[in-house]
Each structure stands twice: as structure tokens, then as C-alpha cells.
């Protein structure tokens, strides 16, 4: 089935460690994204990427990197930088990538928890 | 940037009532999506809802762009349809970026 998979659904991680999350999709997307949601709050845009080997800061960026060396796959890496890691993460895409922000599909999430 | 502002943030249904999902936005939008976000966390595509009107099963939504609006009806809710229900925009102007509203809390009672 076509779809978005994302990877751990559930993270535990201690103080000053990187994590990386995984968002793979095979819905031949260009466009990929990455948001962060806080209890009771909207999404806010982390990073996004418009086509392989490209990508963009968005609203919050701090503390986060990602890669796009392969259309299918927008992996997210919380850095130690990041002073408050605790969140839900959601992967998306679209199949616009020439500017428009096209129809989103989201993945599962990632829950992280930082000890 | 973008405001959208989603009212009423808290909504409590008996099940069978019908409800009204109100997404405001601050400037002109290229397109504007709905989503329900389940007790689980996923986010569910509602409707994909630049202008005018669309419907599927007990849901339509009605964007008018002009008075920068958008509008998500739920007919003979049911205990599934609880969660939290987001809009989002895509701003003229803006390059691939989706702004989000807070959202909207709805609990269907049995």
C-alpha cells in the first residue's frame, strides 16, 4: 500500500543525545515535511524539502537537521541543541515541489521523550 | 506571516447533532486543507478545499476565498468523529509552506 511510514513510533532518549527519526515514503512525493506538534497546540514546520537534495529551514529549525539524498526518504535528526526535544513529530509530503505547498499526506508520527 | 484562527477551540456534541467548524484566515490563500486528527496522533485528510464546496458522507466543507473563509460541516456526528479537527493554508506568496490553525476539540458524546 502506498503510504508514509515513520520510525519509532515511540522514542525514549536521555539528555544530550542526538536521535534521528525516519519518514519514508512511496507515494513518489517530490515535496517532504517535517512538523512538530506540543500538547494542545497546531503543527509548526521544522524543516521541509521540495526535491532531492534540497531542503529549506522553516519556522523553528533550531536544534533540528535532516538530509534528502533520496526522493523517498526526509530522516529528521534532534541535536543536543534542541532545548526542548519533548514532542510529537509528523512527517508529511506532496506531490507539488515547484513552490506550491500541493495536498499534505501525514505519516504516524514519532513520539519523543527526552529524560 | 498568516494568521488562521479556528473557532470555536472546544466543541461538545450528543451524538446525532450536527456541527459547524469555522477556519478564519488573515490574507489570500493559494489552497486550504482539513484535517481530523485521530486519538492516536495520525492526521487525516478531510478535504483538499481551495473554493467553493465539496462533500464526503456526513462531512462538507465550503471554502469562500474572497472573504477568506472556510467552513467544515459535520451532519449526524458520531463518537468516531471525536479528535481535533486542524485547517490549514497555503498563503499567496508563500514558497511550499502550510500554516496551521490551533485547532478545533470536538467530543461526541454517546
Known amino acids: 500500500d502506498g503510504g508514509i511510514t515513520q520510525s519509532p513510533k515511540y522514542l525514549f532518549r536521555k539528555e544530550g543525545q542526538n536521535v534521528t527519526l525516519s519518514c519514508e515514503q512511496n507515494?513518489?512525493?517530490?515535496?517532504m515535511y517535517w512538523y512538530r506538534q506540543d500538547p494542545g497546540q497546531g503543527l509548526r514546520l521544522i524543516y521541509y524539502s521540495q526535491i532531492v537534495n534540497d531542503f529549506q529551514k522553516g519556522d523553528i529549525a533550531e536544534g533540528y537537521s535532516v538530509s534528502r539524498e533520496k526522493k523517498e526518504s526526509f530522516p529528521l535528526t534532534v541535536t543536543s541543541a534542541q532545548k526542548n526535544p519533548t514532542a510529537f513529530y509528523l512527517c508529511?509530503?506532496?506531490?507539488?515541489?515547484?513552490?506550491?505547498?500541493?495536498?499534505?499526506?501525514f505519516g504516524e508520527g514519532s513520539r519523543l521523550t527526552v529524560l | 506571516g498568516i494568521q488562521v484562527e479556528q473557532s470555536p477551540p472546544d466543541l461538545i456534541l450528543q451524538e446525532g447533532a450536527n456541527s459547524t467548524l469555522r477556519c478564519n484566515f488573515s490574507?489570500?490563500?493559494?489552497?486550504l486543507q482539513w484535517f481530523h486528527q485521530n486519538p492516536w496522533g495520525q492526521l487525516i485528510n478531510l478535504f483538499y478545499i481551495p473554493s467553493g464546496t465539496k462533500q464526503n458522507g456526513r462531512l462538507s466543507a465550503t471554502t469562500v476565498a474572497t472573504e477568506r473563509y472556510s467552513l467544515l460541516y459535520i451532519s449526524s456526528s458520531q463518537t468516531t468523529d471525536s479528535g481535533v479537527y486542524f485547517c490549514a493554508v497555503d498563503p499567496t506568496g508563500a514558497n511550499s509552506k502550510l500554516t496551521f490553525g490551533k485547532g478545533i476539540t470536538l467530543s461526541v458524546r454517546p
Open positions: 508529511a509530503s506532496s506531490p507539488a515541489g515547484t513552490g506550491r505547498a500541493g495536498e499534505l499526506f
Open positions: 490574507d489570500s490563500v493559494n489552497n
Open positions: 507515494l513518489n512525493h517530490d515535496a
